[in-house]
């Protein structure tokens, strides 16, 4: 029976195993037993075992997921009295049981509020009598526990240190956060961007259900479609130019395609530049003047490839204007791939500013935008400049 379980036993037996194996051992208890467990585990490991259990139990964890620094805390070990000298500092550490995880000392007054920190290093190279305030790294750079985890993840970028003191308002610490925690963190923000992209939210896995993922994907294809449709709606409008001219028919997805992947490439630049921090401190109009200038350049060297096939392709169709015909491609490939950089930048941008995540479904915004200016540019300059 489940009251009879050994809770340490069960948590030593989860620990033990990997996610996967460990939520399945976990599945067998009651959820009582399951909620004991996951709070005795580590918060990080706690939060994928428990993505993994069934559906009831994932609702009433999703508060374990890392939002603020707080959850990542772990307790402090290594606070001693700036009056302790290094030969009683030496003497803890040696009294320790275990000492693998123990980076630095800190230097901490009567009221817990953090002085300084002491590096191993130069701890052995201190002598014997001297007391730790002489040779300690006085005010450290602390985080809050209410700190939301990216920033905490920025300011980890900066630094690069193996662990980060937290301290309260009034300068007291309450715990560490491991550096891996932070980067762990970075990783799953990241690698959400890609699927977040296209609209696949971030919490599914590629152990979701089919109804589940169903629901979180169907509603972004839907909106695609919507946009998909506005694309139609502009080269509908040509459709007198597209019946002289059949060759540019082939040429309607070679256009879009060229200026959205280039688009893409201008996007997961900016998406990278917002996860890292990078936008903060650099300028938007030198990010998007780069990106409109790296358009121009990939526009213009695909372009001449386009335009040449265009011109082939209407000289021997008989097109009389093939060679004009051939400048307008190269001119519209040109100018639909600095489009799509600009777009590649402000579409992530604008979702910010909007208070939406975005990097959410941005891919479906950046084809949309890059299907009309393309496709567009390409009938109207056709039907201007040939027709």
């Known amino acids: 029976m489940d009251e009879a379980v050994d809770l340490n036993e069960l948590v030593r037996g989860v620990r033990a195993r990997v996610p996967v194996d460990a939520a399945e051992l976990l599945a067998k208890h009651a959820e009582d ?22 559906g009831a139990i994932q609702g009433d964890t999703q508060a374990m997921v890392p939002g603020l620094t707080r959850e990542l805390i772990e ?15 030496i003497d803890w550490l040696r009294q320790e049981e275990t ?8 230097v901490v007054d009567a009221t817990q509020k953090l002085l300084g920190l002491v590096v191993m290093r130069d701890l052995l190279l201190a002598r014997p009598e001297q007391r730790l305030s002489e040779f300690m790294l006085p005010d450290p750079f602390a985080l809050a526990p209410d ?41 799953v923000e990241i690698t959400a961007q890609s699927g977040q992209m296209v609209g696949v939210d971030k919490e599914e896995r590629v152990y979701t259900g089919l109804w589940p993922a169903f629901r979180m994907r169907h ?3 839907q909106l695609n479609l919507l946009t998909a449709f506005l694309a139609g709606l502009v080269v509908s409008l040509f459709e007198g130019t597209i019946a002289q001219v059949v060759a540019l028919a082939a040429f309607l997805p070679i256009i879009a395609g060229q200026s959205g992947n280039n688009g893409c490439q201008a996007l997961a630049i900016t998406l ?9 401190a650099h300028p938007v109009r030198k990010l998007i003047a780069k990106e409109v200038s790296l358009g121009a350049l990939n526009g213009l060297l695909t372009g001449c490839i386009a335009g040449l096939a265009m011109w ?56 949309t935008g890059t299907d009309i200016a393309g496709m567009g540019l390409m009938l109207t300059l056709v039907t201007l400049l040939v027709l």
């Open 219 to 221: 509603p972004w294809l």
């Open 312 to 367: 082939w392709s209407a000289h021997r169709s008989g097109q009389p204007q093939a060679m004009l015909l051939g400048a307008v491609i190269a001119l519209a490939m040109t100018g639909a791939c600095m489009a799509s950089g600009l777009f590649g930048v402000l579409v992530p941008l604008l979702l910010r500013r909007a208070g939406a995540d975005p990097a959410t479904a941005s891919s479906i915004f950046l084809t």
């Open 272 to 280: 990278r530049g917002i996860t890292l921090g990078d936008m903060d």
């Open 147 to 187: 700190l939301p985890v990216r920033a905490a993840v920025e300011a980890a970028i900066k630094r690069h240190y193996p662990v980060y003191p937290v301290c309260d308002e009034r300068g007291s610490l309450v715990g560490l956060v491991r550096g891996w925690k932070l980067f762990e963190r970075q990783v």
């Open 99 to 106: 000492v693998s995880d123990i980076t630095y000392l800190y």
């Open 75 to 89: 307790p402090v070990r290594g606070a001693l009295s700036p009056e302790t000298t290094a030969r009683e500092a």
């Open 33 to 54: 037993t399951r909620q004991r467990v996951l709070a005795a585990l580590p918060a990080d490991f706690a939060v994928r075992v428990a993505a993994l259990l069934p």
